[in-house]
């Protein structure tokens, strides 16, 4: 059974980017939304067990997805994908739920590293 899979940033570029770095062999269901709002949607829709999530989103940022996720206790693993990489920001979003924080441009060794530290993609 296929992964359902949001990837929520404004920037097209950086969710086909985002898109590509996904471990070929994980069976997933790729979604995306362009900003805060969409991405929370998106999660409510069952669109977003795993969210890779970027900080810096016009309508709703990164901070506010996390923090209504946590406060509606919607089910998602959130791993934050931000070039804002000052460790207060890092510290802020782990407060907040994410999994893991990694810096852009990902690729796809370290999309693949993070998910199996944290047993989303096993047998890889």
């Known amino acids: ?13 950086a969710r086909k980017q985002m898109a590509r770095a996904i471990p070929k062999e ?4 790729i979604h995306f939304a362009g900003d805060g709002v969409e991405g929370v949607q998106a999660i ?3 669109k977003g067990e795993v969210v890779f999530l970027d900080l810096t989103m016009p309508n709703m940022d990164g901070y506010g997805v ?16 931000s070039g804002d990489i ?3 920001a890092q ?7 994410a999994m893991a924080f990694i810096k852009k441009p990902i ?3 370290k999309a693949r590293e993070v998910l199996t530290e944290y047993g989303i993609l096993t047998g890889a």
């Not at 059974?1 to 570029?13: E, H, K, W």
């Open 44 to 46: 409510r829709e069952g």
């Open 66 to 81: 996390l923090e209504t996720i946590r406060k509606e206790d919607l089910p998602a693993m959130v791993i934050v994908v």
């Open 107 to 109: 690729d796809a060794d």
């Open 91 to 97: 510290d802020r979003v782990r407060k907040l739920g």
């Open 26 to 29: 994980w069976e997933v269901d």
């Open 1 to 13: 059974m296929a992964t359902n899979v949001l990837i929520c940033d404004d920037s097209s570029f």
């Open 86 to 88: 000052q460790p207060d």
